[in-house]
């Protein structure tokens, strides 16, 4: 059996050359576009971190004031949670 060897063309060499061209630009482009929703998730995640940021502070504020108000409701509330747990973990 005789053995051929394919050598590429001149049409063949431009196509593949066309090829990897193209496949650099897409590469480009790809690498843009992931930097692109990089910076977008990075702009949501700061607007998101801001707005829970301030519910918290506001919620802080109002569990403060609540306490200072009632503190013998909080101590209730805190001496039912651990009677609670504590009978939780016990029957373990």
């Known amino acids: 059996m005789a053995t051929e060897l394919n050598t590429p063309t001149g049409a063949d060499q431009?196509?593949?050359a066309t090829l990897a061209k193209d496949l650099k630009v897409i590469a480009g482009d790809t690498g843009n576009l992931l930097k692109d929703a990089g910076c977008s998730a990075l702009r949501e995640l700061s607007a998101t971190r801001s707005a829970l940021?301030?519910?918290?502070r506001n919620l802080a504020g109002a569990t403060d004031e609540f306490a200072k108000a009632r503190p013998w409701t909080m101590?209730?509330?805190a001496a039912t949670a651990g009677l609670i747990i504590g009978a939780l973990l016990s029957k373990r």
């Not at 940021?53 to 918290?56: A, E, F, L, N, P």
């Open 14 to 16: 431009g196509l593949t």
């Open 53 to 56: 940021t301030g519910r918290v």
């Open 75 to 77: 101590v209730g509330v």
